[in-house]
């Protein structure tokens, strides 16, 4: 699929970026000693010509909307903006171009309010644009369309050469901000396409097989679950059409409503294919590189350098049987809801059972039950519904193909709008005594009735899966959580700087309440608080100082760097000049 509104790097080109007055080209460490200057023409164009076509420039994906783009007047583009404004709220449309994020908040300045956004909640809205001027935000204006182990090996020399920074980008589903910087360079990995089976698989060096799926770094799961179905085997992924399998989600944990019993997507990774900021391509899995393979599996993505595809175990065609639920929310309602939920939860959880869960509804499987026996799992739920004029369905599908289509892409999260989101993961006492239940149930009351929030519940922690110790760099609470609790914040696309601010402070203090209860426990990394307090010890736990370790071994010069990431150079660096 081609790429609109981006462009081959010309001179022409390159004189128009250069041209605009608010696009500057960050240069690595800025302050102090490692201050470098930005890459010259002549660097970028010598960049253009090794890189044959691939190395491409950048505006936001809205900028046809506009008259006035980084200060140049250009005229808009009825055309190209009528396109922009029917795909805005499609992750479709935003997931196969470069410019565009899920959540716009992360195409933007935060900390300027300078963007160049429309209204998603209704994008023909001209009050987003008279007058308004496009600004490239952290839109970054160089990336390169990443096809092979090479480009990514130039662009690390380039980076150690210019000192220009460099951001990693899959689908642009990051819900903080890690897949771009302002004036920065991207690898962009979306069209590293292919996929393949084997159903003996044996990862090199072993010798042991494997029924497994081998993923290119920009497949989006609902083709992957196609990918899967037709080959008769199930995946196990995330709740949505397009997050990229083989990225972020996979090395930062990867949750899915079948992790319970199936473990989460690093306990299911067998290899990556990856280029270390070094430039060595590797193969990371037990036998080759095994420092690398482990802090892979819940490092983060945009760390240890640029995966290029990643192999999943599989498992054979399975039946689930599903339960979903609603009714229309009062005060009353949804707190007797969440009680239930809390109270029936270590039960299902022994069962096998995972999905989603809100104060007015749910939607849940489970692949270990037979019909019978989850109708009678699930009947309080269902009569609860009932009761308050909802629905409920219980019902077994063929398969996971069947389940996705039919329930989550209509159930999944919106995009297009500023989006923010905090989480905790929610230890099992908290479910099991009843100081623990009193407690929590404070919170979540508190939650509801005090914030008006209606807390997102994602039931999908590995708590039947059998894994082994220390295999994956992950927090260790994730294994002794029943829920990995969220909530969201957002604004209009117009907000300003103290409304948007206010957003997050609302949701680190909801956070903070939950961490009071469980100072134990952790946070899952790609979902966390943006401005989570003790990231480290949140989302790696005792893992921290090993993975540290390994990221100055692939990484010696920093290359790589992201928000809260292993190794983060902190909130001083340059590339974070917008965030709050
Ligand atoms: C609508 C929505 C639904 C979600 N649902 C789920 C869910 O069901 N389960 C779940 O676990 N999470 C879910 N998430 C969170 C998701 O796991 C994270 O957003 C994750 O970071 C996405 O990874 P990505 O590669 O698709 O996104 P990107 O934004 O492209 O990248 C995310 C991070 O990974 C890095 N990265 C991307 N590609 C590569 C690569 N090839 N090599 C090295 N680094 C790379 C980026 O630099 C960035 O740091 C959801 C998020 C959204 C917005
Ligand atoms: C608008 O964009 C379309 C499609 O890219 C292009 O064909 C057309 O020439 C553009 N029109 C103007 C006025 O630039
Ligand atoms: C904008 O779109 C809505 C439907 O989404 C429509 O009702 C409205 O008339 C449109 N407004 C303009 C100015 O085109
Ligand atoms: C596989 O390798 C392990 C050591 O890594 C060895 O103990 C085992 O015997 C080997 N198995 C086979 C089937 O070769
Ligand atoms: C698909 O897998 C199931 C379960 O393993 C098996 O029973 C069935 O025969 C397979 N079907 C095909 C077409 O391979
Ligand atoms: C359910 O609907 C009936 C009929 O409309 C109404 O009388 C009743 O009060 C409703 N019950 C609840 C709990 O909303
Ligand atoms: C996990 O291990 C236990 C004990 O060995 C076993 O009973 C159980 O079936 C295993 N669970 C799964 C999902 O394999
Ligand atoms: C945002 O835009 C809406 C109309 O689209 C307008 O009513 C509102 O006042 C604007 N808010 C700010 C802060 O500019
Ligand atoms: C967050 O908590 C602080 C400290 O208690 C308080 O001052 C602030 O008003 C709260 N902000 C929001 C948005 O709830």
Redesign the pocket.
């Known amino acids: 699929m081609s790429v609109v509104f981006s462009h081959p790097v010309s001179f022409a080109a390159l004189g128009f970026l250069f041209a605009l007055s608010s696009v500057t080209f960050a240069a690595g460490a800025s302050s102090g000693a490692n201050a470098r200057s930005p890459p010259t023409r002549d660097q970028w164009m010598a960049l253009a010509d090794e890189l044959d076509g691939r190395l491409r420039t950048a505006l936001p994906v809205s900028s046809p909307c506009f008259d006035t783009v980084n200060g140049v007047h250009v005229g808009r583009n009825e055309t190209e903006c009528a396109i922009v404004q029917q795909g805005y709220t499609s992750p479709l449309f935003r997931s196969p171009r470069f410019s565009p994020q899920m959540n716009p908040n992360w195409e933007t300045c935060q900390k300027t309010a300078a963007k160049c956004l429309l209204d998603s909640s209704q994008p023909n809205n001209s009050v987003a644009w008279e007058g308004v001027e496009c600004d490239q935000g952290s839109v970054p204006p160089y990336y390169i369309d990443v096809q092979s182990a090479i480009d990514i090996q130039v662009a690390f020399r380039f980076a150690r050469e210019t000192g220009v920074v460099l951001s990693v980008k899959a689908s642009g589903h990051d819900l903080k901000g890690r897949s771009g910087a302002p004036g920065s360079l991207s690898l962009w990995t979306r069209n590293l396409d292919e996929m393949s089976y084997s159903a003996n698989f044996v990862p090199e060096g072993g010798n042991e097989s494997f029924l497994a799926i081998t993923l290119g770094a920009g497949v989006p799961f609902e083709d992957v679950y196609e990918f899967a179905d037709a080959n008769n085997v199930t995946i196990i992924g995330g709740y949505h059409q397009t997050i990229t399998a083989s990225g972020g989600w996979v090395m930062g944990g990867g949750h899915s409503i079948l992790s319970p019993?199936y473990g989460l997507g690093v306990d299911r990774v067998l290899q990556f294919r990856i280029v270390t900021p070094d430039g060595q391509l590797r193969v990371a899995n037990k036998f080759e590189n095994p420092d690398l393979f482990w802090a892979l599996r819940g490092g983060g993505g945009g760390t240890f350098g640029v995966v290029l595809e990643s192999t999943m175990l599989v498992e054979p065609q399975m039946k689930l049987q599903v339960v979903s639920v609603n009714f229309p929310q009062t005060p009353e309602n949804a707190q007797q809801f969440l009680k239930l939920i809390v109270d029936q939860t270590p039960k299902w959880s022994n069962e096998g059972w995972g999905g989603h869960m809100r104060s007015f509804g749910l939607i849940n499987v489970n692949p270990l039950l037979t019909l019978e026996q989850a109708k009678e799992s699930v009947q309080p739920a269902v009569d609860f519904a009932l009761s308050q004029n909802g629905t409920a369905v219980v019902e077994e599908l063929p398969s996971w193909q069947a389940f996705f289509s039919k329930y989550v892409v209509s159930a999944e999260f919106d995009v297009g709008a500023p989006l923010i989101l905090g989480t905790r993961l929610i230890p099992v006492d908290l479910f099991t005594t009843e100081a623990g239940k009193a407690k929590f149930s404070d919170v979540l009351n508190n939650i509801v009735t005090q914030f008006n929030i209606t807390p997102y519940i994602i039931y999908g922690t590995p708590y039947?899966?059998?894994h082994t110790e220390g295999s994956t760099s992950v927090t260790p609470a994730w294994r002794n959580s029943l829920w990995h609790m969220s909530y969201m914040g957002g604004w209009a696309y117009n907000a300003s700087v103290e409304e948007i601010w206010a957003q997050y402070e609302l949701i680190s203090n909801l956070t903070q309440m939950l961490r009071d209860i469980s100072p134990e426990s952790g946070a899952y990394s790609n979902e966390a608080d943006v401005y989570e307090p003790n990231h480290e010890e949140s989302f790696w736990g005792d893992n921290y100082p090993a993975l540290l370790e390994i990221k100055r071994r692939y990484d010696p010069d920093g290359l790589l760097d992201c928000w809260q990431c292993v190794g983060w150079k902190g909130l001083e660096d340059d590339r974070y000049n917008c965030y709050l």
Do not use: D, H, K
């Open positions: 019993v039947l899966f059998n």
